[in-house]
């Protein structure tokens, strides 16, 4: 295993400015981050946050930004049903569409598109692979009404060489192996696909995270790690049910050859107190799953 192909989620992190969540993943052993889209660490809102400044800090610690965990398509929406689960608010949510790309107003989704948009330039500025993206408000009804902004978002990013993976998160067109093949194939890219989750299968969709790479593993472009098991929940690596070189294995076979980040996420919901030891035992865990090959 090459362990430059490992990233971490910045989310641990949050309570830290940009510098020293750099200095502390560096410090880790990572040479990749994984960016979330709330401040202090990244905004799509220049005013809000200076790229450059956000670089200069990644190579200043030896460290790529690798991903961008943004929200774009989702826009509100997106933004709130996630940020909820850890006690987040969205701030000035009218720079955002309702529900992104399922949002009813013609220039709703414009609005979206341009944000999107805004998220690929970072990531080529950045010298990221790929950016996160949002299924509308993830109803299932909506799937056919998004397609056609994901293509001329595709275009987009396929024109910038960047990758836009749909996060395996909650019910729903993104929580559905099926759906998430049923919505790549229609936008018809190969810079669109699926962020796959295995951790937010098994908990949040009760699915068999094998069973659901079978599904999708035609269409992964991006993978969030991190493990669960039903009698503990999200745990430390190796602690939980989840098969990593099993994962990295099969991934393999269809020629996968993007990140893997490592995204600390514990207790349940994220209590960044034991963040800085916690991001360090998850590089070193997942590191020892490939020692004997």
């Not at 362990?3 to 989310?11: G, K, N």
């Not at 930004?65 to 049903?81: D, E, F, M, P, S």
């Not at 049910?241 to 269809?254: G, N, T």
């Amino acid at each position: 295993m090459d362990m430059s192909r490992v990233s971490t989620c910045s989310i641990a992190l949050i309570d830290h400015p940009p510098e020293k969540a750099m200095e502390i993943i560096a410090a880790a052993g990572y040479k990749k981050v994984d960016l979330l889209e709330k401040l202090p660490h990244l905004s799509l809102f220049p005013h809000e946050c200076d790229p450059t400044a956000l670089k200069a800090a990644a190579d200043a610690h030896g460290l790529q930004i690798a991903n961008l965990a943004t929200y774009v398509g989702g826009g509100q929406h997106g933004r709130r049903t996630n940020w909820a689960f850890h006690g987040w608010e969205v701030p000035n949510p009218e720079r955002f569409a309702s529900c992104g790309f399922s949002s009813e107003e013609p220039t709703e989704r414009e609005t979206e598109l341009g944000q999107l948009r805004r998220a690929v330039d970072l990531a080529v500025y950045f010298g990221a692979r790929s950016i996160r993206v949002m299924a509308g408000n993830n109803d299932p009804k909506t799937l056919d009404k998004i397609v056609p902004w994901f293509q001329r978002a595709a275009e987009y990013a396929n024109e910038k060489k960047v990758y836009m993976g749909l996060e395996n998160h909650s019910a729903g067109i993104a929580g559905t192996p099926k759906l998430c093949v049923e919505l790549a194939e229609k936008v018809g890219s190969p810079f669109f696909g699926v962020l796959y989750e295995p951790g937010n299968i098994m908990h949040q969709m009760n699915t068999d995270y094998k069973a659901a790479l079978d599904t999708m593993k035609e269409c992964v472009v991006h993978c969030h790690f991190k493990d669960w098991a039903p009698s503990k929940g999200y745990t430390m690596l190796g602690e939980g049910a989840i098969d990593f070189p099993w994962i990295v294995e099969e991934l393999d076979k269809v020629g996968y050859d993007g990140d893997f980040a490592l995204e600390y996420e514990l207790p349940t919901p994220l209590d960044t107190r034991d963040a800085e030891t916690g991001i360090k035992k998850f590089f070193e865990a997942f590191a020892s799953f490939f020692k004997a090959t």
